[in-house]
């Protein structure tokens, strides 16, 4: 099992940054992956980003490359850093952790999720 704590998020006005932070524990062993996924009511989860467990791999969501920025520290803790947010970005932002080899954009490859927290962009 795998536990994923995110915090990080909250109000910021548009242009504004923030940096979510996703704290993995338990059964981590590589290889494995660190996703961030965001989801609005009524439509489907949508990737973001991801961070394979050495950080040698790392993908973005054409909406947010040269925006966010992933990261990933030797204890098993991921960094979303958010700049240039836009209301677009307005999401519920959830940490995803998938014990595959390779990095995916898909959200069932993930084996485990934690709660996800608010990211509200104003105009």
């Known amino acids: 099992q795998v536990q994923l704590v995110e915090s990080g998020g909250g109000l910021v006005q548009a242009g504004g940054s923030l940096r979510l932070s996703c704290a993995a524990s338990g059964r981590t062993f590589a290889p494995y992956n660190m996703g961030w996924f965001r989801q609005v009511p009524g439509k489907e989860r949508e990737f973001v980003a991801v961070?394979?467990?050495?950080?040698?791999?790392i993908d973005y969501a054409d909406s947010v490359r040269g925006r966010f920025t992933i990261s990933k520290n030797v204890k098993n803790t991921v960094y979303l850093q958010m700049n240039s947010l836009k209301p677009e970005d307005t999401a519920v932002y959830y940490c995803a952790f998938d014990t595959s080899a390779l990095v995916s954009r898909r959200a069932d490859q993930y084996d485990y999720w934690g709660r996800g927290t608010q990211v509200t962009v104003s105009s």
């Open positions: 961070v394979s467990w050495s950080g040698g791999s």
